[in-house]
């Protein structure tokens, strides 16, 4: 039977991961609230909130976790190739809303957005208040790519992201991950399989093992000059050469 979480009450304990369900994989509670402190609670618990607009918040700890080490991003060689023509110019935190607005945007093969105003007024909150992040790919004056998350010790956890031309979107992954290695993050969660973070290097770790992970590396302080404001750069990432 699925917790039902007080609406009124943000510092309420979230049951313990492991007592989700199988089936649909990793729900875990329903009901609560999307406040800066439930958010930050849940998250550090292993646990992401994930429901469409017509039904309660609902909040899901799936077995296994994807996951993905930023120093071990898999750059193809087509990829590489559009690194060094230099198509892109990147940033991180210039434009959070229009990044946000951008994933929750209808798309061609998923019916409706998942990214409700509620969702997006949370999350818009946790930027505000230094918890949200966002990383951007731009040609021109034009935001063509992007993706945000959340981040907490030393681990960026990964919630969505959007591309409008083509590559856009995995140009500023291969952007945020050299960001990310070089401030001392560790850990990206990318949440549930897809093949397309798959290509990018994320693999599968038990629920037991990330939540164990998160014990430790979520308490971990980063570099001083992590998220600091920077002028838009070509320079995608010095971690990662680019093949090809």
Request: net charge neutral.
């Amino acid at each position: 039977m699925l917790t039902v979480l007080n609406p009124f009450n943000p510092h309420q304990p979230f049951p313990r991961a492991d007592q989700a369900l199988t089936e649909p994989d990793g729900l875990l509670a329903m009901g609560g609230c999307l406040s800066t402190p439930r958010l930050l609670n849940a998250y550090r618990h292993g646990i992401f909130p994930w429901f469409n607009e017509d039904e309660p918040i609902l909040w899901w700890s799936p077995d296994p976790r994807l996951v993905l080490k930023p120093e071990q991003l898999k750059i193809s060689r087509s990829l590489g190739k559009t690194m060094k023509k230099g198509h892109f110019r990147f940033s991180h935190d210039q434009d959070f809303a229009g990044v946000i607005t951008a994933c929750a945007a209808p798309r061609e093969y998923v019916a409706g957005t998942w990214i409700s105003a509620e969702m997006k007024k949370a999350y818009l909150n946790l930027h505000r208040e230094g918890h949200a992040h966002s990383f951007e790919s731009w040609q021109d004056d034009a935001l063509v790519g992007g993706l945000y998350g959340v981040a907490i010790g030393r681990v960026f956890f990964g919630e969505s992201m959007f591309h409008r031309v083509t590559d856009a979107s995995k140009a500023a992954m291969v952007y945020a991950c050299g960001c990310l290695v070089e401030w001392g993050y560790s850990l990206v969660d990318c949440q549930v399989h897809t093949q397309h973070l798959s290509s990018l290097g994320a693999f599968e770790m038990s629920r037991a093992e990330f939540i164990g992970r998160l014990t430790t590396e979520t308490c971990k302080l980063v570099s001083a000059g992590a998220w600091m404001q920077t002028e838009l750069t070509s320079r995608a990432s010095t971690a990662h050469p680019w093949p090809g």
